[in-house]
């Protein structure tokens, strides 16, 4: 159990559907983050989020769309996804490198694994 | 960013000290060198961290010589259960967030 909760853990969408991926931390953190990992490639970053403002987005296509409606909770609405978007969808968190904390520390969800049919 | 490189793979066995070296030649003054397992189907966990010198907590030992373009993770004594993949990020916090980019990994094959 790391703090951060994702939901649903597996997911099969058809290319015209619309679905969303949750994820929700309990660890009082303030930065979260969506990164995908295809089989046999790296993670890749795709947003950023800190205090609920989006802060990067790695060139991400527009069909997916990020929501974090509070420090607590972020969205990924997917729509009219492609076959290759089929991955593992990973969730983490971060404080920060405040005092106390170290620096690159991110605490990461078990992923909800999504095929498009 | 700073860009790493790792081995692929690696196999050991039960009992044995691993090593795992990364490489990252452009690695800037402020980066931290941060090492995560990660299991299949799972997220990545955090081991490990350092800037400089040498660091050891209860399950790893990183070492990171004075130049900082390498380091090496030590896992001493491994068992089945460390068998996953192994990342090293380079980066560094800027405020609360991270742009903290994973490399290839290494795949830690441990056989009985």
């Known amino acids: 159990e790391t703090g951060v909760t994702q939901t649903p853990r597996h997911l099969v969408m058809g290319m015209t559907n619309k679905k969303s991926l949750k994820c929700e931390q309990h660890?009082?953190?303030?930065?979260m983050y969506w990164y995908k990992q295809s089989a046999k490639k790296p993670l890749e970053l795709m947003f950023v989020?800190?205090?609920?403002?989006?802060?990067e987005n790695n060139s991400v296509p527009s069909r997916f769309s990020p929501e974090c409606p509070n420090s607590s909770h972020l969205f990924l609405h997917l729509h009219t996804l492609q076959p290759e978007d089929s991955a593992l969808y990973l969730c983490?968190?971060?404080?920060?490198?405040?005092?106390?904390?170290?620096?690159?520390?991110?605490?990461f969800g078990e992923g909800s694994r999504l095929t498009v049919l | 960013l700073a860009k790493t490189t790792q081995p692929i793979s690696m196999d050991s066995y039960e009992g044995q000290e691993v090593n795992i070296t990364c490489s990252h030649n452009?690695?800037?003054?402020?980066?931290?060198i941060t090492w995560y397992q990660q299991f299949p189907s799972q997220g990545p966990r955090f081991i490990i961290q350092?800037?400089?010198t040498k660091v050891t907590n209860e399950v790893a030992s990183l070492f990171i010589p004075a130049d900082r373009k390498s380091s090496t993770l030590s896992l001493p004594r491994v068992s089945l259960s460390d068998t996953a993949v192994y990342y090293c990020?380079?980066?560094?916090?800027?405020?609360?967030?991270?742009?903290?980019?994973f490399g290839q990994g290494t795949t830690l094959q441990v056989k009985p």
């Open positions: 983490a968190s971060s404080q920060g490198a405040g005092e106390g904390f170290r620096s690159g520390e991110l605490f």
């Open positions: 660890l009082g953190h303030n930065a």
């Open positions: 989020y800190s205090l609920e403002e989006r802060v």
């Open positions: 452009n690695i800037a003054t402020n980066d931290y």
């Open positions: 350092g800037y400089k």
């Open positions: 990020l380079v980066g560094v916090f800027s405020g609360n967030t991270g742009k903290l980019i």
